[in-house]
């Protein structure tokens, strides 16, 4: 299955203030389709070709760290897209929040250590909301990696490479990690993957 860069699902100012429309131009425009023409010319000869985009992630960890790279962090811009809406944040739909606060404490704890999560990665990477072995878990990785290959599914993901906040924060990565969690999240798509996983 060859890669393919889907259009956003909003215009491309529709979370500004928060995510500018450059920020967009760059990000998913060079940025992922970057992902998209390499993992293609990688994906060739891999011995991956037809399986889906799951399987290259988790067939391509820990052996083929070009493919992986790209194929990986293609699979977490295309979510990534739709973790974002415009007027986004504000209140967990209630299955999600019960499942939160019965495994994370609270959902001021839960903000608290995502943000915190996303603020610690050293370098390139990215913050997750992941269910793991049936109970949700705050996660960060490196580079594209993600917990997909840590027998996890993720539910929420937040990019901190800094072609991510750059344009719009300069360093304020928390000022970024602040405004993702309460002016950006779609967390309908959140629960539509949690209700899959569950
Ligand atoms: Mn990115």
């Known amino acids: 299955m060859a890669f393919e860069l889907l259009d956003l699902p909003y215009s491309y100012?529709?979370?500004?203030?928060?995510?500018s429309a450059e920020t967009f131009e760059y990000h998913h425009d060079?940025?992922?389709?970057?992902?998209?023409?390499?993992?293609?010319?990688?994906?060739?000869?891999?011995?991956?070709?037809?399986?889906?985009?799951?399987?290259?992630?988790?067939?391509?960890f820990g052996n083929n760290a070009g493919l992986?790279?790209?194929?990986?962090?293609?699979?977490?811009?295309?979510?990534?897209?739709?973790?974002?809406?415009?007027?986004?944040?504000g209140n967990i739909p209630g299955a999600l929040e019960a499942k939160i606060i019965s495994d994370l404490g609270s959902v001021e704890k839960f903000r608290a250590d995502f943000i915190n999560?996303?603020?610690?990665?050293?370098?390139s990477g990215w913050a997750w909301l992941t269910l793991i072995d049936g109970k949700l878990s705050v996660t960060k990785t490196a580079n594209g990696e993600n917990p997909l290959v840590h027998g996890g599914v993720p539910l929420l993901g937040v990019d901190v490479w800094e072609h991510s906040y750059y344009i719009d924060y300069r360093n304020a990565r928390p000022k970024y990690l602040e405004a993702f969690f309460d002016d950006m999240i779609n967390w309908e798509y959140v629960e539509k993957l949690f209700e899959a996983a569950s």
């Open 117 to 123: 999560a996303g603020m610690t990665q050293f370098g």
């Open 13 to 19: 100012d529709a979370l500004a203030p928060y995510m």
């Open 30 to 60: 060079k940025h992922h389709q970057a992902y998209v023409t390499n993992g293609n010319k990688l994906l060739e000869g891999s011995g991956l070709e037809g399986k889906s985009l799951e399987e290259i992630v988790k067939g391509s």
């Open 68 to 89: 992986f790279n790209n194929a990986a962090q293609h699979y977490n811009h295309l979510h990534f897209w739709n973790w974002m809406k415009p007027n986004g944040g």
